[in-house]
């Protein structure tokens, strides 16, 4: 019976341990990857959101569409991070990827593979309640430079 008692939480802490993923890991700009295996884009290059004319903020991405992400950090004037947020309308050629961690509310966007061309969506960022929704617009370039598509190793069968 004393075996039994002891032999529950070793077994479940050996189980555990390789949920263990490690530490977090850091993008190629020093950004956060909350989950340690997501892949950055061979190109990513973001400018700091501005605001034009209507009040609106607007921010450009470069990026690769070689199935890596790029991120966009933005912050609400004051600092810190945005209580919550949403996209509407999402990217029609990849997909955006809201998210908090460490105190910085991160964009992360993937293009679908192999597009070349213009994408863009827009993000609504919320301070807290009752405080003023900040309206994000980014404009992405998307680059499928030396991007292939591997083809499958069988053949569908012919109708």
């Not at 890991?25 to 034009?52: E, H, I, L, N, W």
């Not at 990026?63 to 004037?77: E, M, Q």
């Not at 029609?92 to 966007?109: C, M, N, P, S, V």
Request: charge should be positive; aromatic fraction near 6%.
């Amino acid at each position: 019976m004393r075996l039994k008692v002891l032999a529950v939480p070793v077994l479940a802490t050996s189980f555990l341990a390789g949920c263990n993923h490690g530490p977090l890991q850091s993008g190629r700009y020093g950004s956060p990857d909350p989950f340690g295996y997501m892949k950055t884009s061979a190109v990513c290059q973001t400018t700091k959101p501005t605001t034009d004319a209507q009040g609106d903020r607007v921010a450009t991405m470069t990026v690769r569409s070689d199935d890596g992400r790029c991120v966009l950090a933005v912050a609400p004037p004051d600092g810190g991070a945005y209580a919550s947020f949403g996209v509407s309308p999402t990217p029609e050629h990849g997909k955006a990827f809201l998210y908090t961690l460490d105190g910085q509310t991160q964009i992360a966007y993937t293009p679908v593979m192999a597009y070349s061309g213009p994408d863009k969506f827009s993000v609504v960022l919320i301070r807290g309640p009752g405080q003023k929704r900040d309206n994000l617009t980014v404009n992405v370039t998307v680059d499928a430079t030396g991007v292939v598509i591997p083809k499958p190793a069988v053949s569908a069968p012919d109708a």
